[in-house]
T-cell receptor, first 112, second 113 residues
Framework: NAGVMQNPRHLVRRRGQEARLRCSPM?????VYWYRQLPEEGLKFMVY????????ESGMPKERFSAEFPKEGPSILRIQQVVRGDSAAYFC??????????FGPGTRLTVT | GEDVEQSLFLSVREGDSSVINCTYTDSSSTYLYWYKQEPGAGLQLLTYIFSNMDMKQDQRLTVLLNKKDKHLSLRIADTQTGDSAIYFC?????????????FGKGTKLSVKP
C-alpha cells in the first residue's frame, strides 16, 4: 500500500508565477489535509478536504491560495502570483477516519 | 489562543532513555500526537493518545498524559542514533474540524554514540 504521494518534491518559481502542488492520498483515504511548514517552525494547518468538498479552510490565506480535491485525481494546492514569503515546505496528509493522519514527503517551494 | 509548546533541543547518549516534553493550553483536546521528522522528509506518525487515557506504551515508546497540568511526554527507551530527528507534539479538539491539528515547533533530539 503506497503512502501519501506528493509531487513535485521541489519547485522553484519566480515571483508572480503560479505554483501547483499535487497530493495523492493513501488508497482508501477520503480525507486530505494541507499544512505549511516555515523554516524552524512547526506545521500550520491550511485546509481540510473530502472528495469534491472543502470542509475547513480556516488556515488558508484569504487571497491567492486555493485547494481542491476532485472526484478523480489528486488534490491540488494552488498558489497564484507567488511571493517570497510563500517559500516553505507544503505537506499533505490523508486519513480514513480523521484520527490518524499520514503525511507525504512534502513539496519544498522556493520563490526567487 | 490555542498553543502547543516544546523545548527546542534534547541531547542524550546512545542507550539512555530520552524524555521529550510538551505542554498545551486547550483543555478540550481530544487526541494528542507524537510525530517524528527526519531531515528533508515528511512527518511519521509515531503514536497518539486519547485524552481520557493517561498512558500508552508501544515497544520502546511510552506516552504519558497529565490532563490536569496539560502536559504530554514521550519517553524513548534505549535511544539509538537512528532516533535522531525532530519530534513534534500535536493536538486536536472537537471545537476545530477533525484533523485540524495544532503542532508545537518541535524538539530536536541528538543522540551521541
Amino acid at each position: 500500500n503506497a503512502g501519501v504521494m506528493q509531487n513535485p518534491r521541489h519547485l522553484v518559481r519566480r515571483r508572480g508565477q503560479e505554483a501547483r502542488l499535487r497530493c495523492s492520498p493513501m488508497k482508501g483515504h477520503s480525507h486530505v489535509y494541507w499544512y505549511r511548514q516555515l523554516p524552524e517552525e512547526g506545521l500550520k494547518f491550511m485546509v481540510y478536504l473530502q472528495k469534491e468538498n472543502i470542509i475547513d479552510e480556516s488556515g488558508m490565506p484569504k487571497e491567492r491560495f486555493s485547494a481542491e480535491f476532485p472526484k478523480e485525481g489528486p488534490s491540488i494546492l494552488r498558489i497564484q502570483q507567488v511571493v517570497r514569503g510563500d517559500s516553505a515546505a507544503y505537506f499533505c496528509a490523508s486519513s480514513d477516519t480523521g484520527v490518524e493522519q499520514y503525511f507525504g514527503p512534502g513539496t519544498r517551494l522556493t520563490v526567487t | 489562543g490555542e498553543d502547543v509548546e516544546q523545548s527546542l533541543f534534547l541531547s542524550v547518549r546512545e542507550g539512555d532513555s530520552s524524555v521529550i516534553n510538551c505542554t498545551y493550553t486547550d483543555s478540550s483536546s481530544t487526541y494528542l500526537y507524537w510525530y517524528k521528522q527526519e531531515p528533508g522528509a515528511g512527518l511519521q506518525l509515531l503514536t497518539y493518545i486519547f485524552s481520557n487515557m493517561d498512558m500508552k506504551q508501544d515497544q520502546r515508546l511510552t506516552v504519558l498524559l497529565n490532563k490536569k497540568d496539560k502536559h504530554l511526554s514521550l519517553r524513548i527507551a534505549d535511544t539509538q542514533t537512528g532516533d535522531s530527528a525532530i519530534y513534534f507534539c500535536a493536538e486536536s479538539n472537537d471545537r476545530r474540524s477533525q484533523g485540524n491539528l495544532i503542532f508545537g515547533k518541535g524538539t530536536k533530539l541528538s543522540v551521541k554514540p
